[in-house]
């Protein structure tokens, strides 16, 4: 990439002078200008062989037709992608990509992100002239995810060097030579256990490269993308949330060249089925006259439970949530603090080990695998349980237990047995979250907007991908609510404005906004050191 | 064995010794003023023993024809290793000169490969030979064993203090590794296929470091030029083509085999006097005057001095010098799927248009000389060698389009002729 320096070079591309940086190639510079250059092997975060020869592009005075992915900027250039030639070895090098293109769109996962497509669309020759049969290769299992359907491939070797420079493991290569080419592992040994060779599949640039868990589950343009923010782990890579009909359906990364580049972890990756859970709290519901579970109106409810909250004899004790935003977890705490304060604890699991990523150290997959135990930890909350996210409950009794999210999910059917007063802000109605004298349902990390600082403590928005079932709300809505009702200001009426009073509450939020975090977060501020487990 | 034809016209410096089983020995090598160069230059700056190669404006004899001591001064003195790679793959279809050198004057090679070394301050020299150069390859091994022992390679090349060390690798029977940068890759364990320049070798070549390649016979023309001279060696040849060059004559010719001409040489002559013209009485169709790689040329087209200038000129390359002579019963067609089918099996497949390309053009190829072309075909076969040429990493894909292009430009006849008693296309499958 462009040297570190704010030197520049002026060049003129398509006829569009401008300065660019010095030491760039054509393509990053081009793209500086918004004009796109044709490609198939150059990614950003690879080395570029410069082989695919689709991005030629025409230099004044040059003989012959250079490759933008490599060739640097020079001061004085003049570059034409649109020339003549340009284009004449553009359509040439298409045709070339069909001759044993099997054009199967109709069955392909790549269909409508393919880059074969898009260019062939926008460039390519309406018919073909090969009389000849295409050559044909079987559909191969690389292991773990990943299949290989060696017809579609165009041998751009974007994988391979996936492998060797990011993912540090040389488990691809390209066997034969010439026209025979085609990618393999190496003998026994497939992709299988490699956390990182996911990635693949989104940077190879046509469908030859597939995922087992998305196959033909989905067509690409029935799905709409949200960004957010991988929560299986402290890293917080940016993803993409990939819905359809309400569920989600693949997560891919998602550019943030401070926090995961272009990557993300294969865990991470395949962690979502729990954002699709079908078994959700439909309604608010309170204890009846015969201790039953009967439905009641918010407005209803949170009167209720306020005054119950406020006759309360025992000790309180809040549980948050590690896969819920700082939002909600921060006003619980504000809760806690308005009730008298109590005891501010969450369970989470964690790997034995960080798996750094060997290409891109910057990244890995963390030992904590919640998306939000840093931020608990930074609003005063307290790891407890084992390394799984168990146990740690058993010393609740004739206490007051406030709980966010599922934290209950491995707890029995009796868990309210012992407590004076159970309250769930619950997702999914477990046995124990069933127990509970209120049970309100609040939305996943998924369903709403919210704010997730990582493990080097960026705060990083994620967006609403999914719908909630209609009577469930932001857990920093029902919570503001109360607090409200507490006299602790009028309610809030948007997550942005539940972070804004993050920050009042919270100097490490201080002056932070969402419209600052932006898509790429933002740095919290020193924080401050606070008896653990004990609210602000 | 003798070397079988030679010629009086013949000027045979770098060839002078060919047949001559004695000159492959140290003993012998030396009887015959080997090695005295390498003293010579050794007594020179590095810098000065470049300076007399590019006066001497060799032209590099792999088949660009690049000027050598111009590519020797791309080198800097940066405290860098540097490498001398020297390039034995000799694979082009028509070529066999360099096997020829390595046969029977190994010496004179490794003499020019220190030289170089020397020259470019490298301590280590690589041959990168042709797999299949069998008997070449033990003789070269063989010299290189004398070489060390008698002190001429190695810690103290010659008493000079000056460490040059000389390692004979073989390759495993890949055309393309004889593509420099992809010989580097090859020689360095990689798979065999070419680099993307810039970088060039002179500053990112074998194991990353500053590289200087040549071809045998370039390195074998070295020691005499630093024996007599750079103004001698512009004295034989033309202008821009200075020096001797051994011409591999192949095909369909009375005599064929190795013969050493001054560059400038006439291509008539040399086909019709030196190697007697064609054999059994017939006449002459084409020749293609540089290895399979460049265009064909016509009987009519054949009145021309073999230098690099004066062939290109006429439309083609010199190239290595490797001429194939045709006679009036080769088809053509047949001629060119087969060098066809040669560049699609020995395409390294990195780049598109050659991957694809390659195949492509062998398959019409086949169809046409099946009897089942069409008008169209040709035309489409014109695209696509335009298409494959200037497209691409290295030039055997122009390599491969050259012949194509250049049988349809002169010899579209035999193609209409086949298409004329086309069968109905087979269906599109
Ligand atoms: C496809 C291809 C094959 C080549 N094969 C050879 C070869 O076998 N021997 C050779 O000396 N040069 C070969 N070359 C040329 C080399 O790349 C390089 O130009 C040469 O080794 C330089 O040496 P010279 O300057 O002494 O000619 C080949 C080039 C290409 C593109
Ligand atoms: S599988 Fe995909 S990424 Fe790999 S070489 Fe083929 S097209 Fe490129
Ligand atoms: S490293 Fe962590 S944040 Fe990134 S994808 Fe994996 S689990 Fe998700
Ligand atoms: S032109 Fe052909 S042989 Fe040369 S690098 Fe490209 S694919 Fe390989
Ligand atoms: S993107 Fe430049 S050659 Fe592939």
Known sequence: MANESNETVNVTINGVAAAVPRGARIIEAAEQLGIGIAHYCYHPGLSAPAMCRMCLVEVEGAPKLAPACVTPVAEGQVINTESERARAARTGTLEFYLLNHPLDCPICDKSGECKLQDFTHAEGRPHGRSVEPKRVLGLDDFGGDILYQGNRCIMCTRCVRFMREIAGADLLGVVQRGHRSAIDTFFETGLEGSLWAGNIVDICPVGALLSKDFLHKARVWDLDNTPSVCPNCAQGCNVRLDTRDNLVVRIRPRLNPAVNSYWMCDYGRHQYEWLNQPDRVQTPMQRGAEGELVPVGWQEVLPALLARLQQRHGPLVVLGSPMLGNEDNGLLARLAGRLGGGTLRYRSAQAEAEVPCPGFPALARRRELTANGRGLELLGFQRTGTMAGEGGLTDLAGATVIVLGDALEDQPADFAAGVELLVVLGQRPTAAARSAHYLLPVCTCAEQEGTFPNVHGLVQRFWPALQPPPLARPAWQVLSVLLAGLDDGAPVNSAGGAFLRLGELYPEYAGLSYEQLGSRGALINEPVVRPAGKGA | ????????????????????????????????????????????????????????????????????????????????????????????????????????????????????????????????????????????????????????????????????????????????????????????????????????????????????INNVETLCTVPHIIRNGADWWRSIGTDKSTGTKLFNMSGHLVRRGNFEFPLGFNMKELIYDVCGGIRDGRSLKAVIPGGSSVPMLAAHELDIPCAYERVATAGSKLGTASMIVMDDRTDIVKQVRRMVEFYAHESCGQCTPCREGTAWLARIMRRIEAGQGTEADLALLVDLGKNMTGTTICVLSDSAAAPVLSSLAKFKDEYLALIGRAAPVAAAV
């Open chain 2, 1 to 212: 064995m003798a070397y079988p034809y030679r010629d009086e016209r013949e000027v045979r410096i770098l060839s002078a010794h060919f047949g001559d089983p004695e000159a492959r020995t140290l003993a012998g090598w030396r009887q015959r003023g080997g090695y005295e160069a390498l003293g010579q230059a050794l007594a020179l700056s590095p810098e000065q023993v470049t300076e007399i190669v590019k006066n001497s404006a060799l032209r590099g004899r792999g088949g660009a024809g690049f000027p050598t001591g111009l590519k020797w001064s791309f080198l800097r003195n940066d405290g860098r290793p540097h490498y001398v790679l020297v390039n034995s793959d000799e694979s082009e279809p028509g070529a066999f000169k360099d096997r020829e050198l390595c046969r029977w004057t190994p010496h004179q090679l490794l003499e020019g490969a220190l030289i170089n070394a020397y020259a470019i301050r490298a301590q280590h020299v690589y041959i990168y030979m042709r797999g299949e150069f069998f008997e070449p390859a033990q003789i070269v091994a063989r010299a290189i064993d004398e070489a060390y022992a008698a002190g001429i390679a190695g810690p103290d090349v010659l008493g000079s203090g000056v460490t040059i060390d000389v390692t004979l690798h073989l390759g495993a029977g890949a055309y393309i590794c004889g593509e420099e940068t992809a010989l580097m890759n090859s020689l360095e364990g990689r798979r065999g296929q070419p680099r993307v320049k810039p970088p060039f070798p002179a500053v990112f070549g074998a194991f990353g470091q500053p590289t200087n």
